[in-house]
């Protein structure tokens, strides 16, 4: 059931059961959603968790979201995390990237043991290998050609 002059729209279903948002879920086309809710989302106060294809349209007509455009276009992304950690000086794990033709450089500035981490979907040990040897060295770059080498911080696993 639609709210008369909902204030707060969501479409990820996170705030689902929030009395005050309400949440039309995510549909691939804006056509998709009926008419009424087409209105009640462009004329929302702000817009909810609206997934990255949606943040950007939003964004594009200065309507405001949470959480912002910049969250979507770094989550995942630990490349450009970490070029934005070291532009804004942001303290960090020691951290070098290695494409395929480089990987031999590996060993030249790091020492086992090591982390390395796919570039994108590695989180909360998903995707993240301590490397102790040249063997999990080499079982880990048969999975990348882009090799998230960071230095290994003893207590933090």
Excluded: W
């Excluded at 059961?17 to 309400?22: F, P, Q, R, S, Y």
């Excluded at 968790?49 to 964004?59: G, M």
Aim: charged share 20%; net charge positive; glycine share 6%.
């Amino acid at each position: 059931m639609l709210r008369e002059h909902a204030k707060f729209i969501a479409l990820g279903s996170r705030l689902r059961g929030i009395t005050e948002v309400l949440t039309l879920g995510v549909r691939p086309n804006f056509l998709d959603y009926p008419a009424i809710q087409r209105e009640l989302i462009l004329g929302a106060d702000i817009i909810l968790y609206p997934t990255l294809n949606y943040a950007q349209f939003f964004r594009t007509m200065e309507k405001r979201i949470f959480p912002s455009l910049e969250t979507y276009l770094y989550a995942d992304e630990k490349i450009k995390q970490t070029t934005l950690f070291y532009m804004l000086q942001i303290p960090h794990p020691r951290t070098k990237l290695y494409y395929h033709l480089h990987h031999q450089d590996i060993l030249k500035d790091f020492s086992f043991p090591f982390v390395g981490k796919l570039a994108r979907c590695s989180a909360r040990g998903k995707g993240v290998f301590k490397i102790c040897n040249s063997e999990e060295l080499a079982e880990y770059l048969h999975l990348t050609k882009v090799a998230y080498i960071q230095e290994f911080l003893p207590g933090y696993c």
